[in-house]
Every structure is written in structure tokens, then in C-alpha cells.
């Protein structure tokens, strides 16, 4: 390499990586606020997916910061060198090596963001081996609170709010009759945390929305790993299967069963995992261990002891 391509390969590389270093701060900046607004509505910060991509412009960020000091690093090393000791501009390269390889670190970072953000968009489809998972399905009720018939008017000012937030859970929602809906999660690993924290959100909505007078009263009735069609409205109930995978994080009871199989009702996070006071929206402490869900860290439920 000729000094003058010494000189040249970090001068011209700096530029590059300043301005995707200010375009990906301006991204950042885009992604804070929304986690910021939607934490005032008691939703946003019970969304993985939002912190998941902000981690990514996070490591993004760093490799840019790093890339670009490398590069002005060589370029002010190259100019010392040219004019004290012309010998040693092989320093040079290794320097600007440093920081190419910083900015593939951050060109990585930002296509796995791109493809979360891909992943949890309200186009992406759902994958078909999710639709077929057993044990891993929401079924949700919304029904009239006098009669306990099923409703077709009063339900409509609640289905946006169930398919936002499900979709923040990493699940989609399918309608089969009128007020009633089933929840499919998108990611086989958490799915029993995303439709727990998705049924805990949508509880909440559905109150916060009768208290500020927006819909007319209903009667909320969930299930996650089973169908709640024959309980009484007014719960979150979750199988003993699924109790066993979760109750790590969540408060639950037993509310019916026998020796063999409890139905239990899922009442909030536990205070160790939530963030806030209600049990409703997650904390630091679980969106630690999500993460490591996440990337294949499995929960080893304690087997029952033969008696």
C-alpha cells in the first residue's frame, strides 16, 4: 500500500462512518421517545421487542463511536508519521483495520434490527409452525356483563387495543366470533411469557378504557393454555401446564381442579420482574432473563417428586 493510499483509506472512511453514526443517533432518538410514550400508557415498556431493537442500536452505536475514533485516530497518526518517521506508516493499517472491522460489527447489529423490526410488524405473517404449537394459545372473551352473551357492537372500541398490544407481545390475533379472539405468539421460545404479559396488558387496557368512560362495561374473560369458554368472567386463567413455566414470574392461584390437574389465575408479575406497583408492566430484572429466553436459555420447571 502506497502512503498516499495510507493517508487517503481512514480519511475517506471517516466521513462514512460519521454519518452513519448520526443517522443510526437520530434512530435511537425516533425509538426513545416511542418506548417513552408508550411507558405513559402502561404498554411500552411491556414490549420486548422495542427494547430488543433498542439493544441493537445500542451495539450498533458502539461499533460507529469505535469506528470513527480509529479512523481519526489513523488519520492524525499518518499526518505525525509523514513528517517525523515515513518508515513507520505501516502502523497505519492496522489501526484502520481496527475500525473496519468496528463498522462490520455495527452494519451486523443494524440488520438484525432491521430484521426485528421485519419480524414484529404488523405485515410480517405468522409463521405456520406456530399456528400448529400446542399449549401455546390465548383464547379471550369479551362478553356482555348482565347477559354473558357475546358482543358485536360494544366489543368494537376494544379491538384495536387487543391488537396493538398483542402485537407488542409478539403475537397476532385472530377473531373466530364475534367478542371472542385467539392469540397466537410468534416465537415458540417466549411464547407463554408473551401471551401472559399480552392477557395482563389487555386486562388492564379494557379497565383503564371503562374507567375513562371510552368503551361501554364488559366482562373480560382469558386463557392461556386453555379455552375459559365454561368459567366465569372477571379472570386470567392459565393452565397447570403453563403455571409450571411461568410461575417463576408471575403471581398465580389455584381457583378450581382436582389432585391431578389445578386451573390456576394469573394475577401479575411478581414484584422482584415488574416496574411498576400494579404487577403489569415488566422490569429490568425480567427483560434480563427474557433476553436469555430468547436466545435458547430454557426454564427447567422442578418435577413432582414421586410419592
Known amino acids: 500500500m502506497e502512503t498516499i493510499d495510507i493517508w487517503l483509506s481512514p480519511l475517506i472512511l471517516l466521513p462514512a462512518a460519521a454519518l452513519l453514526l448520526m443517522s443510526t443517533a437520530v434512530r435511537v432518538g425516533h425509538l426513545q421517545s416511542e418506548i417513552h410514550s408508550r411507558r405513559q400508557e402502561n404498554?411500552?415498556?411491556s414490549l420486548p421487542a422495542l427494547y430488543q431493537r433498542f439493544r441493537r442500536f445500542r451495539n450498533a452505536l458502539l461499533g460507529?463511536?469505535?469506528?470513527?475514533?480509529a479512523f481519526a485516530?489513523?488519520?492524525?497518526?499518518?499526518?505525525?508519521?509523514?513528517?517525523?518517521?515515513?518508515?513507520?506508516?505501516?502502523?497505519?493499517?492496522?489501526?484502520?483495520?481496527v475500525g473496519l472491522g468496528a463498522m462490520i460489527f455495527a452494519a451486523v447489529e443494524l440488520v438484525r434490527e432491521s430484521l426485528t423490526l421485519e419480524a414484529t410488524s404488523?405485515?410480517?405473517?405468522?409463521?405456520?409452525?406456530?399456528?400448529?404449537?400446542?399449549?401455546?394459545?390465548?383464547?379471550?372473551?369479551?362478553?356482555?356483563?348482565e347477559e354473558l352473551a357475546d358482543l358485536e357492537e360494544r366489543m368494537r372500541p376494544y379491538y384495536g387495543d387487543i391488537v396493538e398490544l398483542a402485537k407488542g407481545h409478539g403475537c397476532n390475533v385472530a377473531t373466530e366470533d364475534p367478542g371472542r379472539?385467539?392469540?397466537?405468539?410468534?416465537?415458540?421460545?417466549?411464547?407463554?411469557?408473551?401471551?401472559?404479559?399480552?392477557a395482563l396488558s389487555m386486562e388492564q387496557a379494557v379497565f383503564r378504557r371503562e374507567k375513562q368512560g371510552s368503551g361501554d362495561p364488559v366482562a373480560l374473560r382469558m386463557g392461556v393454555?386453555?379455552?375459559?369458554?365454561?368459567?366465569?368472567?372477571?379472570?386470567?386463567?392459565?393452565?397447570q401446564n403453563v403455571h409450571e413455566q411461568v410461575r417463576f414470574f408471575f403471581d398465580c392461584v389455584i381457583v378450581s381442579g382436582d389432585a391431578e390437574e389445578h386451573v390456576y389465575q394469573l394475577r401479575r408479575l411478581r414484584p422482584r420482574y415488574a416496574q411498576d406497583g400494579a404487577g403489569r408492566v415488566p422490569g429490568p430484572s425480567f427483560h434480563e432473563v427474557y433476553e436469555k429466553i430468547q436466545n435458547g436459555y430454557?426454564?427447567?420447571?422442578?418435577?413432582?417428586q414421586a410419592s
Not at 129 to 143: K, N, V
Not at 298 to 304: I, V
Open 122 to 145: 404488523p405485515a410480517h405473517p405468522l409463521p405456520a409452525e406456530t399456528q400448529a404449537e400446542p399449549g401455546q394459545t390465548m383464547f379471550l372473551d369479551l362478553l356482555d356483563p
Open 43 to 45: 404498554a411500552g415498556a
Open 298 to 304: 430454557r426454564l427447567r420447571p422442578k418435577r413432582k
Open 64 to 69: 460507529l463511536y469505535a469506528a470513527s475514533g
Open 181 to 198: 379472539y385467539r392469540c397466537l405468539p410468534e416465537s415458540h421460545r417466549t411464547a407463554l411469557l408473551d401471551l401472559c404479559l399480552a
Open 225 to 239: 393454555g386453555l379455552d375459559p369458554r365454561d368459567r366465569p368472567p372477571g379472570k386470567i386463567y392459565i393452565s
Open 73 to 97: 485516530f489513523a488519520v492524525i497518526v499518518t499526518g505525525l508519521l509523514k513528517l517525523a518517521a515515513p518508515a513507520w506508516m505501516w502502523l497505519v493499517i492496522p489501526i484502520t483495520f
